[in-house]
């Protein structure tokens, strides 16, 4: 089996699989060793990767699981890909976006995609037919836009999300919502029409924890994959079965 981590801005989301199959997903603040001994003693664990945005007690995370005898793998950008990418910076790409990436691939592999992960920034990605990565946008997360609105500005309240906001808002309240929410909406879709005059039958797939809340709100059809970023982590894994 296959645990495969991935450590974002806010929290640590992991899964465990047996083979291609999903088994157990579930969140965390951190695997502290009490954690990664409950895991091992669950499942039978035989490989691991791990992707992190975040350099803080990475140590300490890769020391945690080192208590499970097994190979461990550090995603980075020397990592080999089951994939192509064309991307000037690939020391400074995230992680999490090559893990989506391999993750809408390994679902719909040759096709053209446009892979939307909306948390705390939100990131696009673009892979064409012939599966290669050709880059993509990055962008504030709606969490991030309420709390810009919040910080920069002396008498703005922070905001949530609400499902129930309309286009227009009748209040300071209202108004900050719409703008935030139908902003994100109109991004995104303005987005997959531009792209799908250049690819054609593009296929949008958005992950991530706002990625529910947008699918109710956007025009265009998309597919929602929850676990797409530990999907990509295990298939980048399995890939480098033949390396460790």
């Known amino acids: 089996m296959n645990l495969v981590i991935d450590r974002g801005n806010t929290q640590v989301k992991y899964g465990i699989f047996d083979q291609c199959q999903l088994i157990h997903s579930d969140y965390s603040d951190f695997l502290d060793k009490q954690h990664v001994k409950q895991l091992s003693e669950k499942f039978h664990i035989e490989r691991i990767i791990v992707s992190t945005v975040v350099n803080d007690r990475h140590k300490e995370l890769i020391n945690n699981l080192s208590l499970i ?14 994939f192509q990418w064309h991307y000037q910076s690939k020391e400074t790409i995230g992680k999490d976006r090559l893990a989506a990436v391999a993750g809408a691939i390994s679902l719909y592999a040759n096709c053209n995609l446009l892979v939307i992960d909306a948390g705390t920034a939100i990131t696009y990605e673009v892979v064409n037919d012939n599966n290669e990565f050709l880059g993509g946008n990055i962008s504030p997360g709606m969490a991030m836009r309420f709390k810009a609105l919040n910080t920069f500005t002396s008498r703005l309240p922070l905001l949530d999300k609400n499902p129930d906001q309309q286009l227009i808002g009748e209040s300071t309240t209202g108004a900050i919502q719409a703008g935030v929410q139908n902003g994100v909406v109109f991004e995104i879709d303005g987005l997959i029409n531009e792209l799908s005059m250049q690819y054609k039958h593009l296929k949008t797939i958005i992950t991530g924890g706002d990625a529910e809340f947008f699918a109710q709100k956007l025009k265009n059809p998309i597919f929602v994959h929850p676990n797409l970023v530990l999907i990509g982590l295990n298939r980048i894994l399995e890939y480098n079965a033949q390396y460790i």
């Open 69 to 82: 005898n097994c190979p461990i793998v550090e995603l980075n950008t020397d990592t080999p890909l089951p």
